[in-house]
C-alpha cells in the first residue's frame, strides 16, 4: 500500500532531541525539533584509525558544542545513529569500520554527558529509514528499505508503516548480505558481502586496481570515479556496474523475504545519481523475478547528509511516544 496515511507521525515531544550521526567518516551532531528541523549542527572528522577513546573524544567535542547552545537546556532525549553493528539492548557499538570501538559502551559514555535524558541507540541504516519514512523518499509507503552507501552499506526496514529496528537495532543491515560466495573477504568475517562490493572505498579501489587513474591531483575517491564513468571512462564505468550487481542482489534478497514496495538509497556513492541507478535498475530486472518481488522501486534519498541526524531524532522522538503511551496504559 502507498497512502499518505503510512507516513511516520513523529509526536510533538517537548524540547528538541540531541542526535548523533556516528560513522567512519565523520561525527555529526544536532538539536533537532519535532518537524525534524535542524536548530544547531557540530561535526568533526571521525579518527576511526584511533584507539576508542580518540574516537570518543570526537563525540565529546560535537557534544559541547551543542551544548552551548541555548537550545540544549529544553532537550528532552537523545537519539544516536551509529554505523554498526550496534546492540540497542546493551548499549553498545562494534562499528565494522572503526576498529577501536569493540563493544564500545556508547550509550552509557554518551550519558554521562547527557545526563538523565533517554538515550535511543540505532544502526544507522535504521536511522536513514526512520528519517526518509518521516520526511523523504519513503513518506506514504507501508513496506520500504531505505540504504545509505558510503564509506559502508547500511540499510533499515520499514514494515507495516513502522519502524522495524530489531531486537538490537540492527535490522535490514543489507551491507552484510552475501552475493558472491567465494568473493573478497570482507572485514565482518565473511566473503563477497554487498559493502565490500559496493561502498566508496571499496568502487575506487576496484577501479584503482583495474587500471583507472584520478585527474591529476585528484583524490581517489568513488565521486573521481563516478566523475570518470559520467566523461566515458570504461573502467569506471565498470566499477560502478559491478557495485550496482552487488547492490541488486542484496536488494532483491530483501524483496523477495520481506515484500518491499520501494528502496531509497542515500549516502555520497548515491550522489553519482544514473551512474549508479541506472545500472542498479537493469540488474534489479536480472535479480528480482518474482512477481511480488519484481516491482520495487529504487529512488534516491530526499534528505541527504542530514538524514543520519534526522532519523536519529525521529527515532528518539518515537521511542518517548511509545513510553508515554506505555505508561497511559499502565495507568
Known sequence: ????????????????????????????????????RLLVRAQRRTPA??????????????LRELAVDPSWARASAVGIGSAGPVDASTGTVS??????????????????MTGELPITLSGDGVAIAAAEHWQGAARGYDNALCMV?????????????????????????????????DGPPCPCGARGCVERLASGPNIARRALEEGWKPEDGAEPTAAAVAASAQAGDPIARASFERAAQALAAGIAACATLVEIQVVVIGGGVAGAGEVL????????????????????EVVPAQL????????????AYGAAAAATAGAADAG
Not at 159 to 175: D, E, F, K, Q, Y
Not at 277 to 296: D, H, M, N, W
Request: hydrophobic residues 45%; negative net charge; proline residues 6%.
Open 49 to 62: 584509525a584511533e584507539d576508542g577513546e580518540t574516537v570518543m573524544r570526537a563525540v565529546a567535542e560535537v
Open 95 to 112: 562499528p565494522v569500520n572503526v576498529p577501536g570501538w569493540r563493544g564500545f559502551p556508547l550509550v552509557q559514555r554518551v550519558r554521562e
Open 277 to 296: 541507478f541506472g545500472p542498479l535498475r537493469e540488474q534489479l530486472r536480472r535479480y528480482a523475478t518474482l512477481s511480488f518481488a519484481s516491482g520495487v
Open 1 to 36: 500500500m502507498h497512502s499518505e496515511g503510512a507516513a511516520v507521525r513523529v509526536p510533538a515531544v517537548e524540547g528538541p532531541v540531541v542526535a548523533l550521526d556516528i560513522g567512519g567518516t565523520k561525527i555529526a551532531g544536532a538539536l533537532v525539533d519535532s518537524t525534524g
Open 149 to 181: 552507501v558510503s564509506t559502508g552499506v547500511g540499510g533499515g526496514f520499514v514494515l507495516g508503516g513502522a519502524l522495524h529496528p530489531g531486537p538490537t537495532g540492527n535490522a535490514g543491515h543489507i551491507g552484510h548480505i552475501s552475493v558472491d560466495l
Open 304 to 315: 541527504g547528509t542530514d538524514a543520519g541526524l534526522v532519523g536519529a531524532a525521529a527515532a
